[in-house]
């Protein structure tokens, strides 16, 4: 027997089933809205993980090709590695869950998240999410729930609820919103330049749709939840924190962490640790949390000051930006390149230009996103942190950190006809101390304009933190965090726009939500603090995008020809296109709607394959001239080939204007000829006069 619930969500069903599958797990929902199956489970480990001193979650988004009919590419057929979409699923999940579960469990939690079936009206992301909330809100795992998650679209300036994944890629704002029963407790959003206020509009609509969710997954666990389990807390004993601060009293330990160089902080913090394991030598319980509490009593002394007396570790005022620094053109030879430096957080991003055929396949659930022009890469090495330890590919960080800086610049990139390139960006990170993805937002900017992209708008990107005191009166946003104030602190308010409005929001926080006043105030400090960046920075380095692409670039021309004359181009099994590229050195590239694109770094190359490609797709008339050479010599004539694949003759009659008898007496293989066409002859052969030739 299982129970099943409904409700209707944004002109949609949401059901769900308990009971009906994965009795083994703590807790599992198989949850449908529309014909979009997804089956969503938790489970947790019964004691805590030994030597770990953080909460080991782990989410899944598991895509499955059967849940749109299709059967995985390559060799293996069967699916591999989570692609990118997943991972960013994943993290969007992560983020309003985490705070939720106690802050001193130690027990492995898995989340996940199994997709069977999509409905293209129905996104499987919000499934997803739902769904997990749900299966932990009903499980016996220990969490502060439920949270409820929502998705908004705005297609025609009109906010569209759960949109379907037609309007969610094509409307002009992607925004997940995740919320408690008081407060929003994420925030991620992709915007097509929207205004501030129009953005916490539609964050504020997200909100009161999920108190609706809430009330559905309450009155669930009310009828068939699990009584929460006892854990063993792996919190910092009292007593420890007391004979810490008689060796260390708080004044020596704010000291320590207020400096402006991370180096020195670290070295001061490593003072104290030494003196403090050496102190307490004989005591293996207290040396087992020695590390968590110091860094706890890090955290206290870092919020004391920011709370109380607005003080922060660097000195800095709670509005003030780090000293910033920009420049283009720092590595040769490459498409385009620019640095953004901001107190220790430095980017460098590298821009690649190259023909549409580079765009990169997608083959995942969605049918309407099957590749991606503009792609974004970052990268995030252990030297960056002064650290040694071997690369080993992206993680999801690395991921996440990419598609944000990517999903920032989108919006203001010029259209496939105005610039007919593929785009790549990556961005390096040299040394790291707080919001590269932001970092690397300003960066990418500066390279797209030296590299010759003709960008709309500039784009910059800042963070904002904060602290909280006991009340949700008592708190303090602070622009421009730091990695000691991201650690300490209780939020990481990303957002990235141009003058006219945002383009793109990440929000992490550690508590258990913000306020509309802490989210009205957070936006308005990241548009004060970007607007001064691309003003004062970013402008002062690279003002506007340059005129052309750089020598290094290729250099890419459009046409366009009449769909039904592509197979003249190409010839037969591809033999006039080969011969085209061939002579010429280009790459071309042919659409289905007879768009063209030639591509080549010699001008004149280009020039050149773009004469042979109309001069094939010409209806030839009487009076046309053309330039051609001399294949072929026969008795009545020469055979004149004026495009790749394309011959006329001569009639020797033709050849010149008195009379010859042999057609060798004027011609010889390989001459270079002008002729004009006289249309086509009884065999249907082009046919060519030299005589004519005006």
Not at 153 to 158: K, M, Q, T
Not at 271 to 284: G, K, M, P, S
Not at 303 to 327: S, V
Not at 494 to 523: C, F, N, S, W, Y
Request: net charge negative; charged share 25%; proline share 4%.
């Amino acid at each position: 027997m299982y129970k099943t619930y409904s409700m209707e969500l944004g002109g949609r069903t949401l059901s769900v089933d308990i009971g009906r599958v994965a009795a083994q797990a703590n807790g599992a929902v198989l949850i449908k809205y529309g014909e979009t199956t997804v089956l969503s489970t938790a489970t947790a480990a019964d004691k805590p993980r030994d030597g770990v001193d953080f909460f080991p979650l782990s989410v899944e988004f598991e895509e499955k090709m059967y849940a749109v009919g299709k059967i995985p590419g390559g060799f293996n057929k069967r699916e591999g590695k989570a692609s990118e979409n997943a991972i960013l699923t994943d993290r969007v999940i992560d983020r309003p869950m985490r705070p939720l579960f106690p802050k001193d469990m130690r027990n492995d939690v898995t989340l996940n998240n199994l997709v069977m079936s999509v409905d293209p009206e129905c996104r499987p992301e919000i499934v997803a999410m739902i769904g997990t909330a749900l299966a932990v809100h009903i499980s016996d795992i220990p969490f502060d729930g439920p949270c409820a998650m929502t998705q908004m679209g705005l297609v025609n300036g009109e906010f569209i609820i759960n949109p379907s994944q037609k309007d969610w890629n094509e409307g002009d704002l992607q925004l997940t919103v995740a919320s408690t029963k008081e407060k929003v407790i994420m925030i991620e959003a992709g915007a097509n330049i929207i205004p501030e206020d129009k953005m916490i509009e539609a964050i504020y609509k997200c909100h009161d749709i999920n108190q609706t969710i809430i009330a559905f997954m309450d009155q669930i666990r009310a009828e068939v939840g699990k009584e929460k389990f006892e854990y063993e807390s792996c919190a910092v004993p009292e007593e420890l924190f007391n004979a810490i601060k008689e060796i260390v009293p708080p004044a020596e330990m704010e000291d320590a962490v207020f400096t402006d160089e991370k180096q020195k902080r670290e070295a001061n913090i490593k003072a104290i640790t030494e003196r403090l394991e050496e102190a307490f030598a004989d005591n293996e319980e207290y040396l087992a949390v020695l590390g968590e509490a110091i860094y706890q009593y890090q955290k206290k002394t870092v919020r004391k000051m920011i709370l109380k007396d607005h003080k922060r570790p660097d000195g800095r005022a709670l509005n003030q930006i780090r000293p910033l620094a920009a420049e283009v053109d720092l590595i040769p030879r490459v498409h385009g390149s620019a640095m953004f430096t901001r107190g220790q957080t430095q980017i460098c991003d590298v821009v690649t230009l190259a023909p549409l055929s580079e765009i990169q396949k997608i083959d995942g659930l969605d049918a309407n996103v099957t590749s991606k022009r503009y792609m974004h890469h970052y990268n995030f090495p252990a030297y960056s942190v002064g650290e040694t330890k071997v690369s080993r590919g992206p993680g999801r960080r690395e991921i996440g950190h990419g598609a944000l800086a990517e999903k920032a610049l989108v919006p203001v990139l010029p259209s496939t006809e105005e610039f007919p390139y593929a785009i790549r960006a990556v961005s390096e990170t040299f040394e790291s101390n707080g919001s590269t993805s932001m970092a690397s937002t300003c960066a990418s900017c500066m390279s797209l304009m030296a590299a010759g992209v003709p960008i709309k708008s500039m784009v910059a990107g800042i963070s904002c933190g904060l602290v909280t005191g006991d009340t949700d009166d008592d708190f303090v946003v602070l622009t421009d965090i730091q990695g000691l104030e991201d650690f300490f602190g209780d939020m990481d308010f990303k957002v990235t726009g141009t003058h006219e409005g945002i383009t793109a929001i990440q929000m992490d926080i550690k508590i258990h939500g913000l306020t509309r006043p802490i989210v009205e105030e957070a936006i308005a400090r990241t548009r004060e603090a970007r607007l001064y960046i691309m003003d004062e920075v970013m402008s002062k380095a690279i003002a506007e995008p340059r005129e052309s692409v750089n020598e290094w670039a290729p250099k890419i021309e459009q046409i366009t020809i009449d769909p039904a004359k592509i197979g003249d181009v190409v010839g037969q099994k591809g033999k006039t296109i080969n011969e085209i590229i061939a002579r010429t050195g280009v790459k071309i590239d042919i659409t289905d709607d007879g768009a063209v694109s030639v591509c080549g770094t010699d001008r004149a190359m280009i020039d050149a394959a773009i004469k042979m490609i109309e001069t094939i797709t010409t209806d030839f008339e009487e009076g046309q001239i053309f330039e051609g050479v001399v294949v072929s010599i026969k008795e009545f004539g020469a055979f004149i080939e004026f495009a790749p694949g394309k011959e006329g003759l001569v009639h020797i009659s033709k050849i010149a204007k008195e009379r010859i008898n042999r057609v060798e007496d004027v011609l010889t293989l390989g001459d270079k000829v002008k002729v004009v066409c006289l249309g086509k002859d009884k065999m249907g052969r082009i046919s060519f006069s030299m005589k004519d030739v005006q």
